[in-house]
């Protein structure tokens, strides 16, 4: 059968004269548009590629999603940064009836793979990781779509990850090019005056681009920080009374793992640890429980968060400062998406930074030794490679494989390790700052207008505000018990 004929069938245009706001509320049973989304979707439905920045629980996937209903002129490709995301979003797409959507990674069995590969026009949505995408086997299947929409979601990855260890992303300009240009979606929940440059320049070429920028600010969560010596300690006080659900951040899996049994140990519910160690399964099901409160706090590394669906996270505590203002947003904001008032909490001790200092030293160091191959043939380089580390590997890849090459790899190696450095000094800024700590990271997205809020952070007024008063159900009480055996008793109780 011809399957150029079936995708004429499938993604002829069609344009319906309902609004917008009577086609969201028939679709998708809302009765109005989140703010920005209805910018989002007008720019796109006018042909103009567009960067949405949209705060957390702004519903970005509407953005995407509304278009390909209302005027279907045909796929939408989702180019996102991690398994688990893309898995919930098939998910939530599946359970409001959407049956052709698919996600393209490493759970995908080969054999199923290859089947879903021969048949990629049938699929409304497809998502895929970018180091999916720049393999030229695959690539070369989607160069046969009649890609209607190119999203690239959490585009601040491109920024922030693209440089260090997930060059693929450096590479999307050169792919939508080989895709012949299609119209494009960037969606983020922050982006800083230098990261919205890296995603022009990465991701975009010379086509206008529209631009969507909410505020960043978010009202409903009190920014505090405490300065303490005994971090444990706080966080046994700060958690005794907490019957809501909240995440804990820790920039190393033993520490995620050490302090979540010493908190089980002394809290009378459960807490667990979650990281990039754990097998795909235990990550799932620690999710699962968490999402469904069986599960009340997560001590977790940044491996968790992005794109999780759950409204009632109370409070988010960083207990190591994190490397940038912008990740702090990015994980602080996973507090309170149901709108509610909600905690952010930063335990520093001065020193905390020095971590981070010498992480990125390290990457800085491993990338100066890949310079040590500019000059060598493509013979030589190949008697390096088993001397070569995974990350050096892939960084040779790109630059072997970029217009930009050697020069474009020099050039941001200096670049991006200043600035890297500078975000490490803002984030100490905001721990060690006595002015309102709210308005510090609007300024830092660069926002002008900013109100003054009642309840706002530690600095305006020193008194937390409850966040205890919609407290999730007491599934058990095992005091002195490890994690482990208290999700064996919770099993077994078959709670
Ligand atoms: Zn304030």
Known sequence: MNLNFINFICWKKVTTNMTLEAFLEKTFHFTRFHEGQKETIENLLRGKSTLSIL??????????????????????VIVSPLISLMEDQVSLLRKNGEKSVVAINSLLEKRSKKYVMSRLNHYRFIFISPESLSQPEILSYFKELQIGLFVVDEAHCISQWGHDFRPSYLALKEIKAQLSHPLTLALTATATPEVKEDIYHQLFDVEEVAEVCQSVNREN???????????????????????VPGIIYFSSKKEADRVSDWLNARLPYLVQSYHADMSNDDRIRIQEQFIHDDIRVLCATSAFGMGINKGNIRFVVHYHVPNSLENFVQESGRAGRDGKQSLSLVLYQPGDEQIHFFLQEQTYQEKQDLLFLENKSAVDRQTFLSAMTDSQKKWLNQIETSQEGWNGYKQTLTKKKRQQELNIFKMMDYCQTSACRREMIQHYF??????????????????????????????????????????????????
């Open 446 to 495: 660069n926002e002008q207008s900013i109100k003054k809020q009642t309840i706002c952070c530690d600095n305006c007024c020193h008194e937390q505000p409850d966040i205890n008063s919609e407290p999730v159900e007491e599934k058990q009480q095992n005091n002195q018990l490890t994690s482990q055996e208290k999700l064996e008793k919770m099993f077994f109780l078959g709670i």
């Open 55 to 76: 705060p957390t629980g702004a519903g970005k996937s509407l953005c995407y999603q509304f278009p390909s209903y209302y005027q279907q002129t045909g796929q939408t």
């Open 221 to 243: 969560i009190y920014y505090e920080v405490v300065e303490t010596e005994d971090k444990l300690d706080y966080l046994e006080t700060f958690l005794q009374d907490k019957k």
